[in-house]
């Protein structure tokens, strides 16, 4: 069966820095997108970045351009998130997913396997 397990959550100060990891394993996904997706209590689980199968194409929602970077090693068939210049509003349980069927990498909905999340705590 499949699964996906992220480590690397915490407690930071605002301003520090954080990789998640993403480890799968049941199946190889290299020629799936990943995708990081947070979620905090009582609201939606939204999306943070994507990368595709091979690596070439990524995306990021507006609020964490230019601070965090997904990356993916499919010889270890694991994907990253490297958070830098963290702010409180970045905390939340951030989960992994890999999309296995056709649909918007943008919507959680889209997505067919997920871990089981992280916590990441950004204090002031």
């Known amino acids: 069966q499949v699964q996906l397990v992220e480590s690397g959550g915490g407690l930071v100060q605002a301003g520090g820095s954080l990789r998640l990891s993403c480890a799968a394993s049941?199946?190889?996904?290299?020629?799936?997108?990943m995708g990081w997706f947070r979620q905090t209590p009582g609201k939606e689980r939204e999306f943070v970045a994507r990368?595709?199968?091979?690596?070439?194409?990524?995306n990021y929602a507006d609020s964490v351009k230019g601070r965090f970077t997904i990356s993916r090693d499919n010889a270890k068939n694991t994907v990253y998130l490297q958070m830098n210049n963290l702010k409180p509003e970045d905390t939340a349980v951030y989960y992994c997913?890999?999309?296995?069927?056709?649909?918007?990498?943008?919507?959680?909905?889209?997505?067919?396997?997920w871990g089981q999340g992280t916590q990441v705590t950004v204090s002031s």
């Open positions: 990368i595709s199968g091979s690596g070439g194409r990524t």
């Open positions: 049941g199946r190889t996904f290299s020629s799936n997108t």
């Open positions: 997913a890999v999309l296995a069927t056709a649909g918007s990498f943008y919507s959680p909905g889209s997505y067919d396997y």
